[in-house]
């Protein structure tokens, strides 16, 4: 594949785990926008992001660190650091070092996730990771749905593929036919891309063998910045999905993919029953579908579009330029 002209380093919210892969105490390895990375959670709870290298003598943290209460301890030397990265013991020395620090991440926590905040200037967060079981205007919390981790997840590494690549399906409606093997095509009926987190909807529209009494749903899509999709699907499943696309180094990315189905009244199991997992296995297999192409995929600018896609693929590639570093489209 050859080299995107789309920067690998955008700005925005990144998965970088599911919750339940970090315990409490657990320190987690991960290389994510070409640097060696690490996650760990406190005693209390918190989950803290940072680079990996003690600012020592550049121990690496995730190969022997541990917690201790809310700091992590380098292997080396003992050196302990806080959440913010500071050093905060020396134990052969009677005050810590002030002086260095390691960088660390914004971290969200939701919907059995965890995000880190990217920027290559370090702003911090200007828009939130959407909740996908809360933040649909609905009433539903994440009460109403059976737990997503682990059995309706899906996990691909180190991709060759862009972020972009997968935020364009969402307004891409000729592909369903074609590559979702379905017999109608979705009628975009919002197309919202006036700020950082946006939106897109669709209801099904319907070909000459199908009957419009019998198809009577939709999606709706909260889009935050190129890292995190949420859905909402109405009608005929109620199901909703993240996806999650992270650039690993500057050709590859991984995508992680969560199904969340509706919870049957008065079922209050931890886990997602068969027939509900029949149900997410399908959504997943069709997400697969559509992995097999962007993993293939050269971006093409400018794209050969037809009339009726010219409109959602304009707005959302102009949306997207907001992401990147403001050298990375010259």
């Not at 965890?114 to 205007?137: R, S």
């Not at 050269?298 to 570093?325: H, I, K, N, V």
Request: overall charge negative; some cysteine.
């Amino acid at each position: 594949m050859a080299r995107t002209p789309l920067p690998m380093k955008p700005t925005g919210w990144f998965q970088v785990a599911w919750s339940a892969e970090i315990g409490v105490g657990e320190v987690h390895k991960m290389k994510y926008f070409d640097t060696e990375m690490v996650a760990w959670r406190s005693a209390s709870g918190e989950v803290s992001a940072m680079d990996a290298y003690c600012e020592h003598l550049g121990a690496h943290l995730g190969y022997g660190g541990h917690v201790e209460g809310d700091r992590i301890v380098c292997p080396f030397h003992g050196w302990e650091w806080n959440s913010q990265g500071r050093n905060v013991c020396i134990p052969y020395e009677k005050r810590p070092n002030k002086g260095r620090r390691i960088r660390t991440y914004p971290v969200a926590e939701l919907n059995e996730s965890i995000f880190i905040w990217h920027d290559v200037d370090g702003t911090p967060p200007y828009f939130d990771v959407p909740d996908v079981l809360a933040g649909f205007d609905d009433n539903c919390t994440a009460a109403d749905y059976y737990p997503s981790y682990p059995q309706a997840t899906l996990f691909r590494p180190s991709l060759e593929l862009h972020p972009q690549y997968v935020m364009e399906n969402g307004v891409d409606f000729a592909h369903f036919k074609f590559v979702h093997k379905v017999p109608f095509m979705p009628d975009i009926t919002r197309h919202d891309f006036s700020a950082p987190t946006s939106y897109v909807d669709f209801t099904i529209a319907f070909d000459e063998n199908t009957k419009a009494e019998d198809v009577n749903s939709g999606v709706q899509a909260i889009n935050a910045g190129l890292g995190v999709a949420a859905t909402k699907s109405w009608g005929m499943i109620d199901n909703r999905t993240l996806t999650a696309v992270t650039p690993v180094d500057d050709l590859t990315s991984d995508i992680r993919f969560s199904v969340w189905i509706g919870r049957k009244p008065g079922d209050d199991r931890t886990e997602i029953p068969s027939g509900a997992m029949l149900i997410a296995d399908a959504v997943i297999e069709q997400f697969v579908a559509d992995i097999h192409i962007w993993s293939h995929q050269r971006y093409s600018d400018p794209p050969a579009l037809s009339r009726g896609e010219y409109e959602g693929f304009t707005q959302l590639r102009q949306w997207a330029t907001q992401f990147y570093p403001s050298k990375g489209l010259q």
